[in-house]
């Protein structure tokens, strides 16, 4: 197979190459989609892919090395941390940037690995499905951004105060 060549799943190119040989002196933008694979997460119940990567990025020689700046987001499904519902969010790096000491013999750049480090590095550690989500009331597990709970105020300091009291009585060793 010619090196630099497209691999393609379901139509869509599994990685961004870059043909260095034919790259234009002022620099040039690529833009396009990869397919989902190409993030190359392992998915579970907690994140799952849910569109392809998109980038928009410029490529330039400045120097003894390439620029690449731009932008990559992809449409991921999490769950959220406080209410526990799946839900589909967008994730971008609006200021994706790499950088590669410049060599004159190599013939295609692959961009991928540093496309899918902006998307990673874009996932939040405690996502959630909206700024405003209420969560699950932490007594009768009612989810509060659907309906009222009769729980009285105040159940939630009321268990963390009876938490403190077993973590106090902890048998001694
Ligand atoms: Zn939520
Ligand atoms: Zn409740």
């Known amino acids: 197979m010619k090196k630099g060549k497209e691999h393609l799943k379901d139509g869509l190119p599994l990685e961004l190459l870059v043909n260095m040989?034919?790259?234009?002196?002022?620099?040039?933008w690529f833009e396009g989609e990869l397919h989902p694979s190409a993030l190359d997460v392992?998915?579970?119940?907690?994140?799952?892919?849910?569109?392809?990567?998109?980038?928009?990025?410029?490529?330039?020689?400045?120097?003894?090395?390439?620029?690449?700046?731009?932008?990559v987001a992809q449409c991921l499904r999490c769950v959220c941390g406080r209410c526990a519902a799946d839900f589909e969010s967008d994730f971008e790096d609006p200021e994706f940037f790499a950088s590669f000491p410049r060599e004159e013999t190599l013939e295609f750049l692959d961009l991928t690995p540093e496309l899918r480090e902006g998307i990673l590095l874009a996932l939040p550690n405690y996502p959630v499905c909206n700024e405003e989500c209420r969560g699950l009331c932490?007594?009768?597990?009612?989810?509060?951004?659907?309906?009222?709970?009769?729980?009285?105020?105040?159940?939630?300091?009321?268990?963390?105060?009876?938490?403190?009291?077993?973590?106090?009585?902890?048998?001694?060793?």
């Open 21 to 28: 040989q034919r790259l234009r002196e002022e620099g040039e």
């Open 42 to 71: 392992r998915e579970d119940e907690l994140l799952g892919i849910a569109g392809p990567l998109r980038y928009r990025v410029h490529v330039m020689v400045a120097g003894e090395e390439v620029l690449a700046r731009g932008w």
């Open 138 to 173: 932490v007594r009768c597990g009612a989810n509060l951004n659907t309906q009222k709970c009769s729980c009285p105020p105040g159940a939630r300091e009321a268990k963390w105060a009876a938490l403190d009291q077993l973590s106090l009585k902890r048998p001694e060793s």
